[in-house]
């Protein structure tokens, strides 16, 4: 028997600054502070993110070690996010667990998010099936969506991508339209639940290959909004439930073709969904669908590792360990950083 690895773990990539303690591939402490700040500008404001990273940084480690009961001193390593993010967030996170690292003499581990996002399903937690390899990875977030052939842990090569905007904002920009505050996924899709998902249609764009774009039925949503309300002026009001349930319908479509095709293509047909999106209830349903009617093994992540987290960081560390892949001081954060 080996003697356990205690990995802390550092994300910081866009708006939450958040903290993770893993003992081997368990998750001892999870813990996340949201920021506040961006909500009445609609959007997070990459200068006020970096601020409040800095602020909470400190105490969000260590309650994360409090959690967790450990001391840091009982530490292995410590995995942070390189990239891809906001520059300015990323940087807060990835000086401090370098300096960590180097002040308590431990190795560094360099993470990936949207990597992490998919390896969440190697947690070890009841609620979790781990997938088997080879399987499609798909990362629903605000500013990525992806189909992903994941053949070993880091072995994971974009097969789809979107050409403009990703699923998240588009549910986050289609929500501010009609009101409802940053980010505005969660409320649209509470709200869809109380509506009718064939009161409204709006068009699914033809992209080649497993791509997909946003871009084009957000501009016809806002349109139509506005076409609506020139006639009826408190149509949002009166239409709310089924307005957002016809366009998560949409939302969700676009993607689940592109699934559909990429199972047929690749003979692969284990699915693991991961990012902010992946808690939409609409996706979860649907997949859950297919599993009836196609026998596609479908693998959906508890709610708390799906929006960004430091647990998927730790999880991604932990095989980063296994290979002793470890991070150098002079790693630079990256604000794209490619798989
Ligand atoms: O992965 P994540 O926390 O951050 C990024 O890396 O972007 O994803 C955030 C995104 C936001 O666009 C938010 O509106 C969306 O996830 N989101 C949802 C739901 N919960 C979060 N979108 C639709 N339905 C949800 N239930
Ligand atoms: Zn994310």
Known sequence: ????????????????????????????????????????????????????????IVPVVDKALNDANIDKNQLSAIAYTRGPGLLGSLLVGSSFAKSLAWSLGIPLLEINHMQAHLLVHFIEDERLKTPDFPFLGITLSGGHTQIVKVDRHFEMEVIGTTLDDAIGEAFDKCGKRIGLDYPAGPALDRWAQKGNPNTFDFPIPKVDGFDVSYSGVKTAFINFIQKMERTQPHFIEENKADICASLQRVLVSIILEKISAAVASTQINRIAIGGGVAANSEIRKRLEEKHTSQAWQIHLPPLEYTTDNAAMIGIAGYYKMQQESFGQLSDVAQARLPF
């Open 1 to 56: 028997m080996h003697p356990p690895t205690y990995i802390l773990a550092i994300e910081s990539s866009c708006d939450d600054t958040a903290a993770a303690v893993l003992k081997d591939r368990k998750v001892r402490s999870n813990c996340i502070a949201n920021q506040e700040v961006h909500r009445i500008y609609g959007g997070v404001v990459p200068e006020l993110a970096s601020r409040a990273h800095q602020s909470k």
